[in-house]
């Protein structure tokens, strides 16, 4: 007899997954030194997304930087589909929206005045490595 996969073992497996997605995105980012760089878990908590990184740049160059390699690097992460790119380097707060994934890369002076980590206080933080930590 086939073993069946109940929706609720797919779910987990569709949330690891997901989880899996934004620690990579976390590592893109760390890969062009972007600073403080928190993911959330809004599963349960919003429906605009599930996961949520949030990193900082110390410069208009940086932040550049930054979006570029996400922006080119993030769609060869398997499964993941890019959705939107929002914001630009002068407005120092930028936007790539990965559909189950956002990612917002700040200024300082401007994560600090938005606290988007203050804002969704409740959600749970995912521990994660950089990818030379973790062994990759």
């Not at 062009?32 to 599930?50: C, F, H, M, N, Y």
């Amino acid at each position: 007899m086939a073993h069946s996969v109940s929706s609720f073992e797919h779910a987990d497996d569709v949330a690891e997954d997901g989880r899996d997605k934004a620690i990579a995105l976390a590592r893109l980012a760390d890969e062009k030194q972007a600073e403080d760089i928190v993911l959330l878990d809004l599963r349960g908590i919003s429906t605009l997304t599930d996961f949520l990184v949030v990193c900082s740049g110390t410069s208009t160059p940086h932040l550049r930087a930054i979006r570029k390699h996400l922006a080119d690097k993030g769609p060869d992460i398997a499964g993941l589909e890019r959705n939107a790119i929002e914001g630009n380097e002068e407005s120092q707060w930028l936007i790539l929206d990965y559909w189950e994934i956002m990612v917002h890369v700040f200024h300082p002076a401007k994560r600090e005045f938005y606290a988007l980590e203050a804002l969704w206080g409740d959600a749970p933080i995912i521990d994660w490595l950089p990818g030379d930590l973790a062994g990759n």
